[in-house]
Nanobody, 122 residues
Framework: QVQVVESGGGLVQPGGSLRLSCAAS????????MGWYRQSPGKQRELVAA???????NYADSVKGRFSISRDNAKNTVHLQMNSLKPEDTAVYYCKMVLTTTRDSERLLEVWGQGTLVTVSS
């Protein structure tokens, strides 16, 4: 069994910064892609940023230059540094990891966290 848990959300003023973290635990064999998604009321979940096992990154146009994704393979964690936050960044942020387990190292699984709320407001 594998768990993915996010942390670091909260209330921040416009222009402020937050750092989200996500850690995977359990019977993990390998972790491939890691990503952050967000969903605000009435909208579909969207990709914010993703990072491959080789370190290649991809960002939504709306966050380029403001957000930065990084990973620590030794700790099975991924971080999202969010700077110059705007009210439109308000959403529940979800972490997703694509991984294999020690039980079945041939099968790729997508494991989502429960989400962490980020509110940008004065």
């Amino acid at each position: 069994q594998v768990q993915v848990v996010e942390s670091g959300g909260g209330l921040v003023q416009p222009g402020g910064s937050l750092r989200l973290s996500c850690a995977a635990s359990g019977s993990i064999s390998s972790i491939y892609d890691m990503g952050w998604y967000r969903q605000s009321p009435g909208k579909q979940r969207e990709l914010v940023a993703a990072i491959t096992s080789g370190g290649s990154t991809n960002y939504a146009d709306s966050v380029k230059g403001r957000f930065s994704i990084s990973r620590d393979n030794a700790k099975n964690t991924v971080h999202l540094q969010m700077n110059s936050l705007k009210p439109e960044d308000t959403a529940v942020y979800y972490c997703k990891m694509v991984l294999t387990t020690t039980r079945d190292s041939e099968r790729l699984l997508e494991v989502w966290g429960q989400g962490t709320l980020v509110t940008v407001s004065s």
